[in-house]
């Protein structure tokens, strides 16, 4: 049965950082793209960054870019996402996935398989 765990959300000043990971479970996910994601209250989800299944495609959303950063350790079957400058608006609950079929990576939730529970992040001014 696979299983992402997310951790590393919490509470934290404007300007602060934040590391989050997801580790997978069940399968070998070497070969899957991973995302994340994140949800604020009253909004739709929203694509936050992705890597390919080498690591060789990386994509961001322009809110985030030059100040997170998506990695993975395909030994461990977990992705991280390190998030630096942090602003009050990037409160939310930030969600890891998996993609089979999108394996070079994708920007679009509905072409992810796999889901984390979510964590929950914020930032406060």
């Known amino acids: 049965q696979v299983q992402l765990v997310e951790s590393g959300g919490g509470l934290v000043q404007a300007g602060g950082s934040l590391r989050l990971s997801c580790a997978a479970s069940g399968r070998s996910f070497t070969s899957y793209a991973m995302g994340w994601f994140r949800q604020a209250p009253g909004k739709e989800r929203e694509f936050v960054a992705a890597i390919g299944w080498s690591g060789g495609n990386i994509y961001y959303a322009d809110s985030v870019k030059g100040r997170f950063t998506i990695s993975r350790d395909n030994a461990k079957n977990t992705q991280y996402l390190q998030m630096n400058s942090l602003r009050p608006e990037d409160t939310a609950v930030y969600y890891c996935?998996?993609?089979?079929?999108?394996?070079?990576?994708?920007?679009?939730?509905?072409?992810?398989?796999?889901w984390g529970q979510g964590t929950q992040v914020t930032v406060s001014s």
């Open positions: 996935a998996y993609s089979r079929m999108f394996p070079e990576g994708s920007t679009r939730w509905y072409d992810y398989n796999y």
